[in-house]
């Protein structure tokens, strides 16, 4: 995966968010449950996506990278290079 996609997979869905939130799309609640959503299940899928495509871990330990903070470790590998 790429570093541009990978920006675009994680920005894309919040900027999505606010700009339904500004125009009044979406409740407070909904906006709430929908970044619960997003920060619990679709940015540590999309960052252990990247990592074992990289090759930085295991297909494995995939589902160590929904534990908080996990990825800090691999923070280098995932978001700069």
Do not use: D
Request: net charge positive; with cysteine.
């Amino acid at each position: 995966m790429r570093i541009i996609t990978f920006y675009i997979l994680i920005l894309t869905p919040m900027l999505c968010l606010v700009l339904f939130s500004k125009v009044g799309l979406l409740t407070p609640m909904a906006f709430t449950c929908l970044l619960l959503v997003y920060a619990i299940i679709y940015h540590p899928t999309i960052l252990g996506l990247r990592l074992v495509s990289k090759g930085t871990i295991r297909k494995s330990e995939f589902a160590k990278t929904y534990i908080p903070f996990w990825n800090w470790q691999h923070y280098g590998a995932a978001f700069l290079n």
